[in-house]
């Protein structure tokens, strides 16, 4: 594969019942880097997630994941090629171990055993819990599990939304640590509400505001446009 | 201790329920002589064992899914006709081996279609009109050739031919006499194997016609390899099919002359797997398209559940009948009533003597030993599965959240499918499991069904050991009144003692759930809203 966007998100529009939501989200994600999608509260960000695994199926234009238009298939399919989604409610099983919440992940047979020593590693807490009910983990536990739980397959991207959110700072510190070591071998495309958490690890952004991507480019070009930041992002 | 506390304060409700329930069992134990109660006891654990293999999978399937599946009764009854049939009149079942199997390795085929299809160009408007055609020329072609295929069947019009008559039969064992075998209608017998095989395929290539429109061929199966797996299955099952045609005869007699309790095991597995596949197949086809529609779903059940009433009595006939007990089950003559289980198994005996208090209780073995067994085997196997595999894992974390577990790359609509056909197939296993016990009729569904709600209701609607629960608690219920109304109950300044009638016994179930659920809205096991 020699095309240089792992991702490529063009034009799409997602109804949700009677609500046209998204209204032409465009978004390029380039093989091994991490990209945030930036915007205000209810600007269509989660659902742009949602929309490329298909858990909200675009009605119009084109997703393209490593080189194969995607758009129209089922989402346990597009999830097979290599998407980990790490959903904003974390999704944490209540009723599944620790250890069962990561092996419901496999996708083959040993993805677990040669995942372990990483996961462990980025979050030594978790091997502590292993054998808890998730309904028995904290807010922060279960966000280190349900990022843990889209390590264990292969996957070539990851979805994060909002993963510092309601998280305590110590814990986002680890989380933001977690994530650049995994940049390392995987791509990101991150949805996050603290821009100075967004503006740290990603290297590119993509704007939303109404359902539209607005705006795009390097991060260190909006690190010193304060006017963007404040038009779309609110006070910086 | 402190967590103990606040679990016992919090459950306070829950256990005082259960507490009233006890000092009850007590109250209706100690109005009775000791060989009373324990037989009592005893059927009532084997009516709730049934009650509990219909609501077993009614639990799992709303808990899952959210689905209501009112035809679970008449499913639970096709179970015990299909079993029936299959102990009586193997010869049918041997019969129906060659159309099934090739039937189904026509509508298998479906992933060979694409391959070929990928080669083919053909005009818009011959894209979009060809695979309805298929479609409806393949139903035409296998209804054409499955009404003369050959079937050697019981006639429920004619009662000298009736499933009455064949029980009589059966029990005189004089069924491999009258058996006729039957012969194809008009066409010959490879033109008609033939069609079989070609009416699935012309439906399945016309699904596959529709899916490669619609673009809803999967993106991460490779298309390059040929489908192995297909085609073994396919080869197979037109070997079973060919292999049936031609051993018909060798295959019937052979069962006939099989020890009769494996018959009976034949049956279960036959009641079992077809349940399982029936399940399957109305999952796929009426409720698939109806997960967002509550109401439609209920109305869809419930038509489905009189659907398959009509069925069943354009088959079997209006009238119940009875099914005979396995041989293990049956035996009257020499040393029985027995006076233990292995003077049983030795004997073989439909009764054992046991002497309890100072009286002697006599238990019918097949009805208050083995029912309330296979509901304790069945209770185990699913809580095993739901705890220790991988598809109950995946069940548990579906309970909660559906979505999440597609985004894992888990394809939840056929897990959905094995999960309703899992729950419909237990449904079954009660069926034939209690056709022996109680006779085949058309409403023992619904009689069934009632009793299976109200579990649920007690117990807990989606929690599985709230499905047990409730089910023994009914199955209690509905005993000790019954027994009641043979012995009456004494009660103080009342000369004659109080006498339930036979309307109680449904009743008494219903005040049971209303009583419940004014206690307890969530049920006995169930977690609060």
Same mark, same amino acid.
């Given at each position: 594969m020699d095309n240089e966007y792992l991702l490529e998100v063009s034009d799409i529009h997602t109804y949700i019942g009677q609500f046209h939501i998204l209204q032409g989200v465009t978004v390029r994600v380039p093989m091994g880097h991490i990209v945030a999608l930036l915007g205000? &509260?209810? *600007?269509?960000k989660t659902i742009t997630l949602k929309s490329i695994l298909g858990l909200t199926p675009p009605r119009r234009g084109r997703i393209v994941f490593d080189g194969r238009e995607i758009h129209g298939n089922r989402s346990f399919d597009i999830a097979s090629m290599g998407i980990g989604f790490v959903p904003e409610n974390r999704a944490v099983f209540r009723d599944l171990s620790v250890l069962e919440n990561l092996r419901i *992940?496999?996708?083959?047979?040993?993805d677990l055993a040669r995942k372990e020593e990483l996961i462990f590693t980025l979050f030594p807490d978790l091997k502590r819990l292993i054998? #808890?009910?998730? *309904? &028995? #983990?904290s807010g922060g536990q279960q966000q280190m599990l349900a990022v843990a739980r889209a390590l264990v397959p292969d996957n070539k991207l990851l979805l994060i939304d909002e993963p510092s959110e309601g998280l305590a700072p110590v814990l986002i510190e680890q989380m933001m640590e977690a994530i650049r070591h995994l940049s390392a071998e995987t791509t990101v495309l991150l949805v996050e509400q603290n821009f100075v958490v967004a503006s740290q690890l990603a290297s590119s952004y993509v704007i939303i505001e109404e359902g539209q991507s607005v705006d795009s480019g390097e991060m260190a070009d909006l690190i010193n446009d304060p006017a963007t930041i404040h038009r779309y992002l609110g006070a910086a | 201790m402190n967590d103990f506390m606040v679990s016992l304060r919090r459950n306070r409700t829950r256990i005082i329920t259960l507490a009233v329930f006890v000092v009850l069992f007590l109250m209706a134990v100690g109005g009775m002589s000791t060989k009373d109660w324990v037989i009592t006891t005893l059927r009532g654990f084997s009516t709730g064992a049934v009650i509990f293999l219909v609501a077993a999978g009614f639990s799992i399937v709303l808990g899952l899914m959210? /689905?209501?599946?009112?035809a679970q009764g008449t499913l639970y009854m096709i179970g015990a006709y299909v079993g029936w049939s299959v102990f009586v009149r193997p010869d049918t079942m041997v019969d129906l081996i060659t159309p099934l199997a090739l039937i189904a390795a026509g509508l298998l085929a479906?992933?060979?279609?694409g391959r070929l299809l990928d080669r083919l160009v053909l005009p818009h408007k011959v894209a979009r009109i060809w695979p309805w055609v298929a479609v409806i020329l393949g139903i035409a072609l296998l209804v054409f050739t499955t009404a003369r295929a050959p079937l050697a069947m019981w006639d429920p019009e004619a009662y000298s031919d009736s499933p009455i008559v064949w029980v009589q039969m059966f029990e005189a064992g004089q069924i491999s006499a009258r058996i006729q075998p039957a012969e194809w209608d008009g066409i010959p017998p490879l033109v008609g194997l033939v069609a079989l095989v070609a009416g699935g395929a012309m439906i399945s290539a016309g699904q596959a016609g529709h899916a490669r429109r619609h673009g809803?061929?999967? /993106?991460?199966?490779? !298309?390059? !390899?040929?489908p192995w797996r297909t085609i073994v299955i396919v080869l197979a099952l037109i070997t079973i099919g060919l292999g049936a045609h031609l051993g018909n005869d060798s295959l019937t007699a052979f069962l006939l002359n099989i020890n009769r309790n494996w018959l009976f095991l034949i049956a279960i597995v036959a009641a079992t797997l077809t349940g399982g596949g029936l399940g399957a197949l109305m999952e796929a086809t009426l409720i698939r398209p109806l997960y967002e529609r509550h109401t439609y779903q209920i109305m869809l059940t419930i038509g489905v559940s009189f659907v398959g009433i009509e069925l069943v009595r354009a088959l079997w006939g209006r009238q119940g009948f009875t099914m005979p007990r396995p041989p293990l089950f049956a035996g009257t003559g020499e040393g029985c009533p027995a006076t233990s289980l292995v003077g049983w198994l030795q004997h073989q005996c439909s009764t054992m003597e046991l002497t309890i208090g100072g009286e002697v209780a006599r238990i019918r073995t097949y009805n208050e030993l083995v029912v309330p067994l296979v509901g304790l085997f069945v209770l185990v196997a699913v809580w095993l599965l739901i705890h220790r595999t991988r598809l109950g894992m995946i069940i548990r974390a579906g309970v909660q959240d559906s979505e999440m577990v597609e985004a894992l790359g888990i394809n939840v609509r056929q897990v959905f499918t094995l999960v309703f056909g899992l729950g419909v197939m237990i449904a079954a296993l009660g069926g034939i499991i209690s056709g022996p016990s109680t006779g085949l009729s058309t409403q023992m569904g619904e009689t069934l069904l009632l009793g299976a709600l109200v579990a649920l209701a007690v117990g807990g609607l989606t929690s599985y050991p709230g499905a047990a629960l409730g089910a023994v608690i009914v199955g209690l219920v509905q005993q000790f009144v019954i027994k009641y109304g043979q012995i009456g109950i004494k009660i103080p300044f009342l000369e004659e003692p109080l006498k339930p009638t036979p309307p109680l016994v449904p009743a008494s179930v219903i005040i049971l759930m209303i009583i419940i659920l004014v206690v307890m809205p969530q049920g006995l096991l169930g977690k609060k809203e």
């Open positions: 205000r &509260n209810g *600007a269509g *992940a496999e996708r083959s047979k040993g054998k #808890l009910p998730g *309904a &028995n #983990l | 959210g /689905v209501l599946n009112l479906q992933p060979l279609w809803v061929a999967s /993106v991460s199966a490779d !298309r390059k !390899r040929l």
